[in-house]
Nanobody, 126 residues
Framework: QVQLVESGGGLVQAGGSLRLSCAAS????????MAWFRQAPGKEREFVAG????????IYSDSVKGRFTISRDNAKSTLYLQLNSLKPEDTAVYYC???????????????????WGQGTQVTVSS
């Protein structure tokens, strides 16, 4: 089983940038398809971005496409999310999640991912 720990969240002004990291330990990180989700207060957890186990295939939600970039370094067992041009509506707790097997049509569903980190808060002020 893989353990996931996020870091890099914080408070930033609108238009600013942050880089989130997700450090993995345990079983082979390189065999996991990985994703970032986020959850704002009172809202459901939503898919942000995903990356296949071997890269470079990536996919993004429409709300972050062109602003956020997901990447991974399998040698360092780390997943990243670069957040640029941040907006107040990006404020949420950001979670990394992992799954083995196919990276198919259900990639955006939280229930598809058995492994989760504890989350890191991102707050964007206007």
């Amino acid at each position: 089983q893989v353990q996931l720990v996020e870091s890099g969240g914080g408070l930033v002004q609108a238009g600013g940038s942050l880089r989130l990291s997700c450090a993995a330990s345990g079983r082979r990180f390189s065999s996991y398809n990985m994703a970032w989700f986020r959850q704002a207060p009172g809202k459901e957890r939503e898919f942000v971005a995903g990356i296949r186990w071997n890269g470079p295939y990536t996919i993004y939600s429409d709300s972050v496409k062109g602003r956020f970039t997901i990447s991974r370094d399998n040698a360092k067992s780390t997943l990243y999310l670069q957040l640029n041009s941040l907006k107040p509506e990006d404020t949420a707790v950001y979670y990394c999640a992992g799954k083995e097997g196919m990276f198919g049509s259900t990639y955006s569903l939280p229930d598809e991912y058995p492994h989760w980190g504890q989350g890191t808060q991102v707050t964007v002020s206007s």
